[in-house]
């Protein structure tokens, strides 16, 4: 059973960082790319970063320059470091993992950025 879990949200005002967490569980973690997406209330989701099994990274230009994309393999986790936020940064943000046996989604966490 594949499992995501991601942690690290939370309140910060503008100006600040967060990094977020996604733990897998259930893939061969090395074999899988792996996305952050997010959604704010009213929105739709939408793609912020990913990175592919090689370490490419891809970023939605929103976030080019403030956010970066990593992982670690030996950890089965990857992470989410979010610099310079903003109030739009707000939202729930999710990870998937793309693998040959499916795409799989986290619960979400919150992220909330004060003005």
């Known amino acids: 059973q594949v499992q995501l879990v991601e942690s690290g949200g939370g309140l910060v005002q503008a100006g600040g960082s967060l990094r977020l967490s996604c733990a897998g569980s259930?893939?061969?973690?090395?074999?899988?790319?792996m996305n952050w997406y997010r959604q704010a209330p009213g929105k739709q989701r939408e793609l912020v970063a990913g990175?592919?099994?090689?370490?490419?990274?891809t970023y939605a230009d929103s976030v080019k320059g403030r956010f970066t994309i990593s992982r670690d393999n030996a950890k089965n986790t990857v992470y989410l470091q979010m610099n310079s936020l903003k109030p739009e940064d707000t939202a729930v943000y999710y990870c998937r993992a793309l693998s040959l046996g499916g795409v799989y989604w986290g619960q979400g966490t919150q992220v909330t950025v004060s003005s």
């Open positions: 259930g893939v061969i973690f090395s074999r899988t790319g």
């Open positions: 990175i592919r099994t090689g370490g490419s990274t």
